[in-house]
């Protein structure tokens, strides 16, 4: 440990200045900023070690770290219950702790996982959501109570990790927006040009010979303008975050979605009994486009199940057609890649982007009956 009369004598104001040359400096990266901070916050608090932490789902995991405890290492976790962390959640400021066994902690599940005596520690909060924390800590007690300069000090270290972290989300959201007008505008300009030069192609033959078969061409190149147009217009709403969720059967959305889709003398059936968590209506759209991925690859006959994962995870759509071969499994959740002559390619990228929303996972593989299935884990 770095004792107090050891931290090279760095005040509360040389504290604050070495802060802000870190956080300027624009040829550092993110990760290399917050490794700098909690060294700099570990020498000039004179604690053992700095660590940043993500909460999610009740679980404490260990994002960055700097000195020798054992738990406080990059890629650790713990349950909340059994972190200090917890109770920094419940503090509008930061927590301090100067003995925690004099100060009451000598049966929290948190000093007995760690041993920590000394103890401070901000919330990191992002589009106000919480975060993690970002905290300091010592296997020995302190010889005084942190200072309110030194708790300001943390909360600033916590509150620019926040604004970073917010500038990060929001860059890779507009990212993802950019790279889907680019699609947008890749089929507007190619796939949508080809039918409607089919369209004008057959127009001029109907009134050169007269041949009503060429309008019916003209309906064919129509209907799959329409279907790129209404894919084009799923995929940009599938887009958008999840505000809003609830209780969802499953067999249900899936037998309801059925009667929306031309299923021709293909078959479904149902083979769970469970709700989750979701958004209804993306739902029976992620059906909805498995479905019709299933009656255009399987055939107008091909028979089609949904049931549950065998490790309860989540559930599955699979049929009996062709399959798909392991090279294209990864390639089928592409944006606008397909592999028959005639699709958009965008269905299955429609189910993925649902998935992600939710934060479910999709993976292709094959079905008892040689066919495709797809699997969505991660389910609540």
Known sequence: MTELSDREDISDLGAVRRMYRITADYERSFDTKVSDLLELGRAYLGVQAGFLTEISDDEQVIVNAVGDHPLLQPGESCPLDKTYCRRTLSHDDSLTVQHAEVEGWEEDSAYQQFGLESYIGAKVIVDDEIYGTFCFADTEPRERPFSDAESTFVELMAEWVSYELFQKQATERIQRQRDQLEEFAKVVSHDLRNPLSVVQGYLDL???????????????????????????????????????????????????????????????????????????????????????????????????????????????????????????????????????????????????????????????????????????????
Do not use: K
């Open 206 to 380: 109907a009134e050169e010979t007269g041949d009503p078969d060429h309008y019916d061409r003209c309906r064919d190149a129509l209907d799959r303008m329409e279907t790129l147009i209404e894919d084009l217009l799923v995929l940009a709403r599938e887009g958008e975050s999840i505000d809003e969720t609830e209780a969802v059967d499953v067999g249900e959305a899936a037998s309801d979605c059925w009667s929306f889709v031309a299923t021709a003398d293909a078959t479904l059936t149902v083979e769970i009994d469970r709700r989750i968590t979701a958004d209804g209506t993306r739902l029976q759209q992620l059906f909805e486009n498995l479905f019709r991925n299933a009656i255009e690859h399987g055939g107008d006959d091909v028979a089609i199940r949904v049931g549950e994962l065998a490790d309860g995870s989540g559930f599955f759509v699979a049929d009996d057609g062709p399959g798909i071969t392991p090279a294209d499994r990864e390639r089928v959740l592409d944006h606008g890649y397909s592999t028959a002559d005639d699709g958009t390619g965008f269905g299955l990228t429609i189910v993925t982007q649902i998935a992600d929303a939710h934060g479910w996972d999709v993976t292709v593989t094959e079905s008892d009956d040689g066919g495709a299935r797809f699997e969505i884990a991660g389910v609540d």
